[in-house]
């Protein structure tokens, strides 16, 4: 569920405006109620890709994290975040990180997107003098990522030539926010057969299956909300069905963290110009943004918390104002939404974008127009707000003057090979 309005009005008024607000109870509340009813054969999985702001929690909670590059490693390392549960992904894995994380034993299991990392894989193992190194090896689903059928089956077969390595599960995950049960229906069935055909013709057993189901998370008005214990027990009868009896892994992050987050912003000037109402706020593309939008025609989930204003119209007289929502951009493309029904609009109001827990914290343009990053908030119901980021400049990442500036700041050490 999404916060009460009183902690949003609180938040613009501690913390300022725009802001986001991640809802820590109502994450580890859904990371326990898919657990509930999943079962003991399941364990959730985070893809902290998803909204990194939320790996303290997640690492709490989830059964482990999808790490996919060397910055959300460190900053699982920063958040305490177990070795054994961080499961270190992504399309490139670079030498000089892998062993490093090697050497310290900072990861619990590696993926494996081709033979060649198969063999980076192996080569940093034995370098840091490490077997039993756990491996999950992805099947593709038709795009850059993971390999074919064929590669894995050649895997198993020269399994001889990663003494280092425990090929200890299979990995897949073909995209996000699919409709209803059937393509996830087929993908298990598919990835069954494959399974039972490694155990019966290559006299091999993958203990662990991590699979991304991608379940639909409804962002716009029209489009029909999914009763989720519904769509979660039908997906148990799926897992249930099949063959394979190992571990199962549910990779996540859309699903768990967007509606566990909402984007706070104000109203900065409101005006008429030939026939349309605009409202500019504080905000804008920048850090708003839904996968599925499409020119701001779609409405997102919102609240309008009009501030107390003397001056303010009565609302006979602005019934059926629509107002067009522009954010602080220099473009003609930051429209957040079109002809938004908000009656009676003054300048000091506030929105909120709900809904928004899942990559929008990362996704935006960030940079253009040197605009200040937005201020980061978290919140439980035992803590209230906590800032977590306050708002911070990018003009200094935007020009070659203030580098030397910055690294004086923040005592600046530089990465890469993390000599």
Request: glycine share 10%.
């Amino acid at each position: 569920g999404s916060m009460d309005n009183n902690i949003l009005q609180e938040a613009a008024r501690t913390y300022n405006t725009p802001c986001y607000i991640f809802d820590l109870d109502a994450f580890i509340s859904r990371i326990r109620r898919m657990e509930q009813l999943l079962g003991k054969q399941v364990n959730i999985y985070y893809a902290m890709k998803a909204n990194p702001f939320l790996t303290a929690a997640a690492a709490r909670a989830a059964g482990g994290l999808e790490v996919c590059s060397p910055g959300e490693y460190d900053i699982c390392r920063r958040a305490r975040v177990p070795a054994q549960k961080i499961v270190l992904s992504g399309v490139n894995k670079e030498e000089a990180h892998i062993r490093w994380v090697m050497a310290e034993q900072g990861a619990g299991t590696y993926t494996a997107e081709s033979l060649n990392q198969l063999s980076l894989l192996e080569t940093c193992a034995a370098a840091a003098g490490r077997t039993g190194v756990r491996v999950l090896v992805r099947l593709t689903s038709g795009n850059q990522f993971g390999m074919d059928e064929e590669d894995i089956l050649a895997s198993i077969r020269n399994r001889g030539c990663y003494p280092h390595l425990d090929l200890a599960g299979l990995q897949y995950y073909s995209g996000t926010q699919k409709r209803g049960m059937e393509k996830i229906k087929k993908e298990l069935e598919k990835l069954d057969s494959f399974l039972v055909f490694v155990r019966e013709h290559m006299n091999f057993e993958f203990r662990e299956l991590e699979y991304g189901p991608g379940f639909q998370i409804p962002y716009f008005e029209g489009q029909e909300q999914t009763d989720e214990e519904t769509l979660l027990q039908e997906f148990k009868k799926i897992l249930d069905s099949l063959n394979f009896k190992g571990i199962i892994f549910l990779e996540a992050g859309r699903f768990l963290a967007a509606p566990c987050g909402s984007y706070l912003t104000r109203v900065a000037d409101a005006k008429r110009c030939q026939g349309q109402n605009y409202c500019i706020v504080d905000g804008g593309i920048n850090h708003v943004n839904y996968y599925g939008q499409t020119m701001a025609m779609k409405v997102p989930a919102y609240r309008y918390l009009p501030q107390d204003n003397p001056a303010r119209p009565p609302a006979s007289q602005t019934s059926g104002d629509r107002w067009t929502v522009c954010g602080s951009l220099c473009t003609s493309g930051d429209i957040l939404v079109k002809n938004l029904p908000l009656e009676g609009l003054m300048t000091g109001d506030l929105l909120v974008f709900d809904r928004i827990g899942a990559y929008s914290v990362t996704e935006g343009i960030y940079l253009f127009l040197s605009r200040q990053l937005p201020v980061v908030l978290t919140y439980t119901q035992k803590q209230g707000l906590s800032l977590v980021r306050d708002a911070f400049p990018t003009d200094i990442l935007n020009d070659g003057f203030a580098m030397e500036l910055y690294q004086a700041q923040i005592g600046f050490q530089g990465c890469g090979d993390n000599t």
